[in-house]
């Protein structure tokens, strides 16, 4: 299954019938985001919406999967290959299953340990996991506790529009779509160290402004800038931290950068002007959020 040539069937047979994404997700009770992903390849629709999506769209299910339309004669021939593929990865996928199991049984029989590690696994996402690690960033920082702070983030929109990894630690940058911003920071995961859990960032962030989220421990500091929508001159901006004046450039009026050094003595910043392509200072709010454990 090719998903960008299965996204690009599907987008082509819903302008066809005139529909929006939103109309196509509405009728398959899904988000107009979940189309989206099919539409550029980033995402596959599940089994159980092949058949309802194929129907809206005036296909087979056959000719989902192919990535194109199929004359009468070719069907049976790609329906027959589909079935057989399907044999084979139910084939593959009992092997796994039952490897797996036998492997879970073993964990949960050595004292505990394959609950730890359980839980470990299945509370962090890979690097790789767009939608896993929108899930993070929206359920840490969209929490009860943090929707008593008046920010409009509508964090059941959250969508990442950029990411960058420092070491253990890794970055992304949000929107709701609606002018509103936020960053989530994500640590390492100390068994599986490809895996990731959201455990800071700014809940909200105004749109043109920069801000940045600070933190220190026993090892080194960490100071993310981050920022979106801010003026189209903006072209660069500058902080210090330990004596030394770091310039950094802007690209596209959004800002995501992630500095891990080794002073934790000083894990402060002072962005001291935002700079227009010619180096003069622009008016631009800076708001930054300090932490630390010890």
Known sequence: MDAKATGGLIARRRKEKGMSQGELAERLHVTDKAVSRWETGRGM????????????????????????????????????????????????????????????????????????????????VEETDLEGLERQAAAYLGRPRRLTMGDAFDYGALEIVETERRGDYLAALCTDGEG???????????????????????????????????????????????????????????????????????????????FVLPDTGDISSYPEEVLDQNGDPLDVRYEGDIRSKG
């Not at 199991?101 to 590690?117: E, H, P, S």
């Not at 940045?212 to 001159?233: Q, T």
């Not at 072209?235 to 800002?255: D, H, K, L, M």
């Open 45 to 124: 629709p599940s089994v159980e919406l092949l058949e309802p999506l194929a129907e809206a769209l005036g296909l087979t299910v056959s000719e989902l999967l192919s990535g194109r339309e199929l004359t009468p004669e070719e069907l049976p021939k790609a329906a027959e290959k589909q079935v057989m593929e399907s044999m084979e990865r139910e084939k593959r996928n009992r092997w796994k299953s039952a490897l797996a199991a036998a492997l879970v049984l073993f964990l949960l029989a050595a004292a505990g340990v394959g609950v730890w590690l359980g839980v470990h696994y299945f509370q962090t």
């Open 180 to 258: 509103k911003w936020c960053m989530c920071v994500y640590e390492r995961d100390s068994v599986f160290p490809d895996r990731w859990r959201g455990g800071g960032g700014k809940p909200s962030l105004t749109a043109g402004e920069l801000g940045s989220w600070n933190y220190g421990n026993p090892r080194e500091a960490v100071i993310i800038f981050c920022g979106g929508d801010l003026p189209e001159e903006a072209a660069w901006y500058t902080f210090q931290n330990s004596g030394i004046t770091y310039t950094c450039p802007i690209e596209n009026g959004r800002v995501l950068d992630v």
